[in-house]
């Protein structure tokens, strides 16, 4: 639908959805939610299957009060000298083969019980982040804690587990089995994990099994992928001996399975984005011919794609979101920690204009952010899905909610008096519905730009008043489930 003033025209649409057809209007802006069927029916208590989109994680199990003698758990996931350096070797040369000549120091290797690789954003927790990755390699060796701001998750998997996959071919044992057991532990915010969890999916799609299961030392500010699966809301301040803590941990861990979302972003040409790490330019750009199109599409289009595993929004909380992260890469003497990052969000929210994004049921209602929700976690540990009463899921036409459905649940936060009540968890967002795809489609008028995130990572979309833009939202296949 189309309005008078021809701020922002929004339409939203999902493949599966709650049962109801909800048309949205407002005098800034108009927006139309198209439903299909229901996913399952409550009375009969069916769970919708996860048979896509899934990614290992492995839970954080309670070791508190356990004293872990350093040389044990060195013992346990320390890899041997020569691939240690033939893994280095060869994403300095970006040469899977460059390591081939350390060869000769692998007679009588054994390989590691559980050899751990991490990956370090050293910008996240305050100034803590280089003091941790001394720490870290102190624990470990420095060849297996990677600086992300040096060697990005991609260039690992090309060279680095290129490498042990070369060496394997050859057949170095150590090598094979190495790769085999390895696990990565991640430590950063939402969106670093993030970023490396899509890099990793990668693996799956070229057919080199097993894709490396992921844990978590929580650095960021929200966290909420660590908190979802064991790990904690936030790294504690005795973090020297957590840190021993946490390598142990992610040795002792069970895998879980978590959805993974793939996101196409499709937008007229000209256009120029910043996008984050979680986004890359693609050429393959081919919308659901399944969900209406309202506008004209253009002759060419510019098209990014990425991969996100807690939610993705728009609206007013990504606004904040950027303006955060806009300020921190300004000013980072400002963000120190978690307790001050919340602090400057906090006053983002109170004071910053934000960006207006009606949704309307009805016309007394509208939401100023539009949020799909796959963990249980959002906004620091926060649930604004609610745990909805059985009575309440039969009504609205939806099922309990779990990280490895299949669905998104899809919710809208109203005004700001609002998003705060939902944030102190004394009420629940406005529940729109559960999905398995998504399509938002997007056009300005007296709006040039919208702001959008995806699992913390904040940016700026420009908006066009004559073509559309589409972001489409599916379950990520991986082929081996």
Not at 16 to 27: H, K, M, R, Y
Not at 274 to 287: M, N, V, W
Not at 427 to 435: F, L, M, Y
Request: glycine share 8%; with cysteine.
């Amino acid at each position: 639908m189309k309005n008078n003033s021809d701020n922002i025209i929004f339409k939203f649409q999902s493949s599966v959805a709650s049962s109801n057809t909800l048309p949205f209007s407002d005098s800034a802006s108009s927006a139309n939610f198209d439903s299909m069927d229901s996913p399952s029916s409550v009375g009969d208590s069916i769970r919708v299957a996860a048979r896509y989109s899934v990614i290992d994680s492995f839970r954080g199990c309670g070791l508190s009060g356990i004293r872990i003698d350093k040389e044990e758990l060195k013992r346990v996931i320390l890899l041997p000298q020569y691939l240690r350096l033939a893994m280095r070797d060869s994403i300095n040369s970006k040469d899977p083969n460059a390591g081939d000549h350390h060869l000769e120091g692998a007679e009588n290797a054994e390989s590691p019980e559980c050899p751990i690789i991490v990956f370090i954003n050293s910008r996240s927790g305050g100034r803590h982040g280089p003091e941790l990755k001394e720490r870290l390699q102190e624990l470990m060796s420095r060849e297996q804690v990677f600086d992300l701001s040096a060697v990005k998750p991609h260039e690992f998997i090309q060279y680095g587990l290129g490498c042990l996959e070369k060496l394997a071919e050859q057949g170095d044992q150590c090598a094979k089995e190495v790769r085999e057991k390895m696990r990565i532990v991640v430590a950063g915010g939402d969106g670093t994990v993030g970023w490396v969890l899509g890099s990793l999916g990668e693996l799956d799609k070229q057919n080199r099994e097993p894709v490396p299961p992921v844990g978590i030392i929580p650095l960021g500010t929200g966290n909420d992928l660590s908190r979802s699966f064991g790990w904690g809301g936030s790294f504690p301040f005795a973090w020297k001996s957590a840190v021993k803590r946490s390598l142990h941990r992610a040795t002792k861990g069970p895998i879980c399975r978590l959805d993974s979302w793939h996101v196409l972003i499709s937008m007229p040409p000209g256009v120029i984005v910043d996008p984050p790490h979680s986004l890359k330019p693609t050429e393959e750009c081919a919308l659901d011919q399944g969900l209406d199109v309202e506008s004209q599409l253009p002759e060419k289009v510019t098209c990014y794609e990425g991969v996100f595993y807690n939610y993705f929004s728009i609206g007013m909380d990504a606004q904040v979101a950027y303006g955060f992260h806009h300020l921190r890469n300004e000013r980072p003497y400002l963000a120190q920690g978690p307790i001050s990052n919340k602090i400057i969000y906090s006053g983002y929210s109170c004071t910053q204009g934000w960006f207006f994004t009606p949704c309307m049921s009805d016309p007394s209602l509208s939401v100023r952010a539009i949020v799909a929700l796959n963990l249980h976690s959002y906004g620091s540990g926060r649930h604004p899905w609610g745990n909805l009463k059985p009575e309440y899921l039969e009504k609205k036409g939806f099922v309990e909610a779990h990280v490895d459905d299949g669905l998104l649940e899809i919710f809208g936060l109203k005004q700001g008096w609002h998003a705060s009540f939902v944030m102190v968890e004394l009420i629940s967002a406005k529940h729109i519905a559960q999905a398995a795809a998504i399509r938002l489609e997007i056009r300005g008028g007296e709006w040039k730009q919208a702001y959008m995130q995806m699992d913390g990572e904040p940016w700026k979309q420009p908006i066009n008043n004559e073509f559309s833009s589409f972001v489409e939202i599916k379950r990520y296949l991986f082929n081996h489930l």
